[in-house]
């Protein structure tokens, strides 16, 4: 179970990291370190409750960090843009079970995305669930999460 809620972290993380790029004056380290903790204290405090939650959410914040510090130096811009493209295309063109690659030879860095069927959720956004898996330095990992598409048709990663 635990491993899950890491998969589901590193989905929610590799999607920030992507929409982190813009930060002026940010590396990828930093911004994964600032992203990670914020993912990892609101995974820890969804998981716990009362004192436990708290506990929780600021282990999950110190884990995050680690976690989200070691993806973003390992991931550059290049990495970054190729995912966010394979992505999207997935999300908003992909067949349910489809699978979307994405590469870059320079890093040897690459993943897939697969998207779910579409639906709409409770507030009427058109949402799709995903299986995302990076594969960095030769080591995979999978993650799920949901995105739903915005008004200006971006999609935007809502848990992972």
């Known amino acids: 179970m635990a491993r899950k809620a890491g998969f589901k972290m590193t989905a929610a993380l590799a999607g ?19 992203l990670g903790a914020g993912l990892g204290a609101l995974l820890g405090a969804k998981i716990g409750h009362g004192d436990a939650g708290v506990a929780l959410g600021i282990a999950g914040g110190i884990i995050g960090a680690s976690v989200g510090s070691s993806i973003g130096a390992r991931l550059d811009q290049a ?6 493209l394979a992505r999207a295309h997935a999300l908003q063109y ?3 079970g489809e699978t979307t690659k994405w590469y870059n030879p320079d890093s040897r860095n ?3 995305f697969v998207a779910g069927q579409a639906y709409l959720d409770a507030k009427g956004a058109y949402c799709r ?7 960095i330095a030769g080591q995979e990992e999978e993650a799920y999460g949901r995105a739903c598409r915005q008004p200006d048709g971006s999609w935007l990663i809502v848990s992972g």
């Open 16 to 34: 920030l990291l992507t929409l982190g790029a813009c930060a002026e004056g940010q590396s990828n380290q930093q911004l994964g370190t600032l």
């Open 79 to 84: 990495d970054r843009l190729e995912m966010e």
């Open 94 to 96: 992909g067949q349910p």
């Open 110 to 112: 690459g993943g897939a």
């Open 129 to 135: 669930e995903f299986t995302q898996t990076v594969i």
